[in-house]
């Protein structure tokens, strides 16, 4: 058989969901072509330590490619899709090129969406990719530094505020961060401003953080990341964000940092297939994964929502995007293999997991609930185990040994600010 | 004495030389201040390794104030400084701002130059900033993804011809490293390119490469470079760059990377000082390092020259600039004692080193001449050896032992292009 007649399956997106459908094919009789927007698969569960100075945008990204290099029936391609055309088989670029499919499975995830007010996302940047995470790190530190320079104490004040939007998960992890860095890393480092008196605030609409815990857990991480100096306002959605801060009810806070962690819209994978979206974006797919009227056309992780779980939603996170990619690589087999028959998706909850700093994390795996340091060293080695690679192992464990034992952040770089002196 | 009345040094840049200063002037009975256009202390001897995926760049650059936290009467400032006031013993910040001084050290480094074809840069990118060497990574990678989904034979050929323009370390570092990345790093990772084939050339004005080395050793890199798959080509002046390619001689050769390590042009301090330059824009300084006229300024590192080599220019390289920021520490510590007497400065001379690839390298120490894997460890050894703190030194280690003993290098990501979805 020629390689050009095997079945070709084509894979939009490189991310937990979208590299689990490539790896469970292995061996399958396949083609297989990977398109991603960008060079690299990310752990996005580390990305806020990107952010706050702690890892190195290269301890928790890999080139794609490099990935599956192996693999010789997979093709990669950087590229960026710009439609579909379920009819006639095909993803349509953005330069104008096709790629003819056989089997196609959109895994094209989320980005941090505004409610509304796309006008926000200048003001409150969100963390979803490398250049998300490098941004924040310089516009914190670079506040730092204004301060540092500023006579005028009102502006010095607001340079001395971080407001993260956004109490779950991300927005912990964040506001912990920060508090640290500024609170206990570079307390030595400035002269004329005192960074252990940055005011941190979390600002949650609902009544409580880390929703999707149980309330005893939320209750501890709330006392655990206000112990670490962050000051926490509930009930409170933002109805305001600009350059001069936030607003939030009938208050106004002055700072110049404000972190969006508060809402994602999945990517524009409805439109692509003219399906109905839930009010995140996301299609609403079949029991199998495939999107209505399309038994060919596969879509999973923060792209789409199913009632996988006991009756209520799969959670957008890494293992329920990778059961998925792995429920998807099954049926595809199958179906090579003559059995057409529709298996339903059912999501297995390993846990929920948020650190609260570099000393204390709130776990839940249902049948036990883990919190503080113990939970901290379990959530910091299921997070090493998870990387990619042995180098990658090692490197992140370096860095985070050296940040516990020595209090040092290794990477307070800011980059990509063009200084350069205009040529003469 | 009130801290205000102590003798105010000013150091503008904390590169090799500035830091050199700072560290030497601890214990001295004076306040200093350190202004940088960046929060970071860069290793440029190894921004090359970053330029071509090997090496991270939090693993070369340290924030300056972190450097200098233990200092209690160093303040460090992020400006751009815009000029001197030398009458009023002031420095102009770009911002408005000013700050006096009694003692001035200017130690701002240098740019690479074009020879007076400035509309070369944004096709032929130079490599002294992080920034440039994110962007020439960027470069490098993002061609070789064009090219494999280019299906025009000549567009091609031109995605995978890299073309460094200068033969000094800067451009053999860069050539070895780019010829092993595409031969060798990156073999398995395309299906379609075979990136084993890629032309690596290297042009020199010239009449061979490595100048600085004696005629020997010069005729082995060029052997050693050659068999690690770079062309050179010898006493070819470039006459143009531009987005279709170089030019040289008679010659045409199309290629959508081009490299520049040709030259380099002094920080616009004898601007600032309304003073004499060389044709490098660098400042003629007095035997002991002071800018001509002004006593109390001092002038060091690739923003001066000076016949200080046995009656030679001292080199621009980061040793001249430490001696000569030791020296000059040295003079204002006497000065402060009453000693008021010219020192002139002398260059000791400890050896030219430059890598070729990741398995050779040549050393000239002046007494012994090394070559080959020896030399290669030795290099290897300096480098971690004169890194900064413990924790760079292990983590530039590990990346290194990792690329040699599996040759997959870890950095080659490709960050800062705007892949990011129009909102809806």
């Avoid at 056989?102 to 980005?111: H, K, M």
């Avoid at 926000?120 to 790190?137: H, M, N, Q, V």
């Avoid at 009810?249 to 994602?264: K, S």
Wanted: aromatic share 8%.
């Amino acid at each position: 058989m020629n390689d050009s007649e095997l079945h070709h399956v084509v894979i939009i997106g490189a991310g937990f969901g979208g590299l689990a459908v490539a790896h469970q094919l292995a061996g399958a009789p396949v083609r297989i072509t990977v398109i991603d927007q960008r060079n690299h698969h990310l752990f996005q569960p580390l990305l806020y330590q990107v952010g706050t100075a702690s890892l190195a945008t290269s301890e928790i990204a890999w080139p794609i490619r490099h990935l599956l290099r192996k693999r010789k029936e997979v093709t990669t391609l950087l590229a960026v899709v710009s439609g579909i055309d379920a009819a006639r088989h095909e993803v349509l670029l953005e330069d104008g090129a096709t790629v003819a499919f056989d089997t196609l499975v959109l895994a094209t995830g989320a980005r941090h969406a505004y409610f509304g007010h796309d006008e926000w996302e200048s003001y409150a940047p969100g963390l979803k990719t490398l250049e998300d995470a490098t941004s924040i790190r310089r516009r914190i530190l670079l506040s730092l530094e204004r301060a540092e320079r500023e006579t005028d104490p009102e502006r010095r004040a607001a340079l001395l505020t971080f407001v993260i939007v956004g109490g779950g998960p991300t927005g912990v992890e964040l506001a912990g961060a920060i508090a640290e860095l500024a609170h206990q890393n570079l307390a030595a480092d400035f002269r004329r401003i005192d960074t252990r008196k940055t005011r941190v605030l979390l600002i949650e609409a609902g009544p409580r953080i880390l929703p999707g815990f149980t309330a005893d857990l939320s209750a501890y991480a709330h006392t655990a990341i206000e112990r670490l100096g962050v000051e926490i306002q509930l009930g409170s959605p933002v109805s305001e964000c600009s350059a001069r801060g936030v607003v939030y009810g009938a208050h106004t806070v002055a700072a110049d940092v404000i972190l969006w962690a508060a809402g994602v819209r999945a990517s524009p994978a409805a439109a692509w297939l003219d399906l109905a979206a839930d009010n995140a974006g996301r299609v609403r797919v079949e029991a199998d994964l495939t999107a209505p009227g399309h038994a060919e056309i596969f879509v999973i992780g923060d792209t789409a929502t199913i009632n996988a779980w006991k009756g209520k939603p799969a959670p957008g996170i890494a293992p329920a995007a990778k059961q998925q990619g792995v429920h998807v690589a099954g049926t595809i087999k199958r179906r090579l293999q003559g059995d057409a028959r529709v298996r339903p998706f059912h999501y297995r909850h390993g846990g929920n997991l948020a650190t609260i700093g570099k000393r204390s994390a709130v776990i839940d795996f249902g049948w036990i609930k883990i919190r503080g340091r113990l939970a901290w060293w379990i959530w910091g080695l299921a997070h090493i185990y998870f990387l990619i690679g042995l180098r990658n192992r090692l490197a992140v464990a370096l860095s985070w040994l050296w940040i516990y034992t020595t209090g040092n952040r290794s990477a307070c770089l800011i980059t990509q600010v063009d200084h350069r002196p205009k040529p003469k």
